[in-house]
């Protein structure tokens, strides 16, 4: 290394310059790289003002001023006559650390903190609900139409504040509360939502704005025909088809809405009636399903639909030999379930009146496939043996349907009044036994299924000595029962033409078993 005076060339491990005797700077840090040090320490400063506004701007220009100073006066690029003056100006300009400091953290720019006064100046909705009076709450949603705010460390006192603050505010009608919550509109029909959480102290704030909606034109549709024309005039049709009619009113009283839910009860919506203060469901003469509800605020929503029956699938599945696969079943291009071999499924769907498509699928092979067709005209039962193949599904079985609507209640009562006495009782033993039960004096014959609440009655007439021909009360289709005097066995052949073998029964026993169901 150089000695700095003379330039003669020394160790650094020197003390003094063996030519002219200068103190050897042996530190770790030279001068020269402190006063360049402080130099980008002060500029930062001074930058750093700059960037987030700070008003100490002046305190860091002279910092870095004095540091450059020193620099030059320690360099000789500028004389003085004050001895140690590059070390004065160094002393200052770290002495100016400190107020440049206390200047930061008493600034009004850096201690600003997210005052709720400026985010509540954003709020569309502003005006419609009192301002929170808080400092620890965001604004998730913020529209024309929806507010939503959440409030962090919300004590029980000031939530009780401010539902007295909303209610002055006029959300006082329909009123839903409870400890922690308070559902309420105003006259202009805005919807307010407050949830208070007492554990966490937290509270949440919805407010919905009304729709506007325009002139409602009544639907004109066989199923809306059956209803009598509210005196509504605001609102919308939501949904209008053949099988369903669903009306919104948007200015409606709720004691409009039961003077109208009176004349629906008069115009024949009468049957199966569970009426509330604000709702109200029925059924008419031909099953046709009809739902009022009060929604809110002066609305409601009405919903006509056709009639639905319930209707029973009963399958019954089984295999030829090396044929055991598992079956799916679809009921109008729908998966309902799916059977397996040997086993039995019973399937309970709602469906409206008219023909209706059932099919079996082979899980694992789709094209091996069967379907038939079934006709819904009241609450119904059918049932299905289902026999699998190697390439084929092949359908069984026979169809049951209680068109009439007896179930097995109004039967129990039709059969304690009458003055039948069933003399024989035939049984078909399977997953789920069938009975026949007749009486030959009055040529009346009841059949049911174990496990089912419909029953089907009807009357039959002799074709031979072994043989009678039953023509049920539903009228869609008539069974034959033949007795084989050969074999000693009684068939039966259902709707599809396929014979079941039965055996006799005791009538009491069959009796029994409908009874306990």
Not at 300 to 307: G, K, N, R
Not at 436 to 441: P, Q, V
Request: aromatic share 14%.
């Amino acid at each position: 290394m150089k000695c700095k005076k003379c330039g003669y060339t020394i160790n650094k491990s020197q003390r003094y310059c063996d030519n002219c005797g200068q103190r050897v700077d042996n530190s770790i840090f030279s001068q020269d790289a402190i006063f360049y040090l402080l130099i980008i320490v002060f500029a930062f400063l001074l930058a750093a003002s700059f960037i987030f506004d700070w008003s100490n701007k002046s305190i860091a220009i002279f910092q870095l001023l004095f540091a450059i100073l020193a620099l030059l006066i320690k360099k000789n690029v500028i004389d003085t006559s004050v001895d140690n003056m590059a070390k004065i100006l160094v002393i200052v300009s770290l002495l100016l650390v400190f107020p440049y400091t206390v200047a930061i953290f008493t600034n009004d720019e850096y201690n600003k903190s997210p005052i709720h006064v400026d985010k509540w100046s954003s709020v569309v909705l502003k005006d419609m609900i009192d301002e929170v009076n808080h400092d620890d709450y965001s604004i998730i949603s913020n529209s024309s139409n929806y507010l939503y705010i959440d409030v962090d460390n919300y004590s029980i006192s000031q939530y009780q504040q401010y539902l007295q603050s909303c209610k002055s505010k006029g959300y006082i009608y329909d009123v839903e509360q409870d400890d922690g919550m308070y559902y309420g509109y105003n006259e202009e029909g805005y919807h307010l939502q407050l949830n208070y959480y007492q554990y966490s102290e937290a509270l949440t704030i919805s407010l919905v704005a009304p729709i506007q909606y325009g002139k409602l034109y009544w639907p004109n549709s066989t199923l809306s025909d059956l209803l009598p024309i509210s005196n509504c005039s605001t609102g919308e049709v939501r949904e209008l088809t053949d099988d369903k009619v669903e009306i919104f009113l948007a200015d409606i009283s709720l004691q409009g809405l039961n003077e109208y839910i009176d004349e629906c009860i008069n115009s024949g919506f009468d049957k199966n009636m569970i009426r509330t203060e604000k709702s109200f469901v029925a059924k008419d003469e031909n099953g046709n399903l009809l739902k009022i509800s009060y929604t809110g605020y002066k609305q409601a929503l009405i919903e006509i639909s056709v009639v639905e029956y319930e209707v029973s699938l009963i399958v019954t599945s089984s295999s030829s030999l090396l044929a055991y696969y598992d079956v799916e079943i679809y009921v109008d291009d729908q998966y309902q379930t799916m059977i397996e071999t040997n086993d039995s499924e019973t399937i309970l769907i709602n469906l409206k009146e008219g023909i209706h498509t059932i099919e079996f699928v082979c899980y694992d092979d789709e094209s091996i496939k069967a379907a038939s067709v079934f006709e819904v005209k009241d609450n119904s039962v059918f049932q299905y043996d289902i026999k699998c193949s190697l390439l084929s599904i092949t359908i069984g079985g026979q169809n049951q349907s209680e068109t009439s609507g007896i179930d097995l209640s109004e039967f129990l009562s039709w059969y304690q009044q009458s003055d039948v006495n069933y003399e024989y009782g035939l049984v078909h033993y399977g997953v789920v036994n069938s009975y026949y039960l007749i009486d030959m004096d009055e040529n009346s014959v009841i059949y049911f299924t174990e496990g089912s609440l419909l029953v089907m009655k009807g009357s039959f007439t002799s074709e031979s000595e072994n043989e009678i021909t039953i023509n049920w009360n539903h009228g869609i289709w008539k069974d034959k029962i033949r007795y084989d005097s050969e074999n000693m066995t009684v068939y039966v052949t259902g709707l599809f033409g396929n014979e079941f073998e039965y055996y006799s029964c005791d009538v009491q026993d069959a009796l029994d078993t409908m009874t306990a169901q």
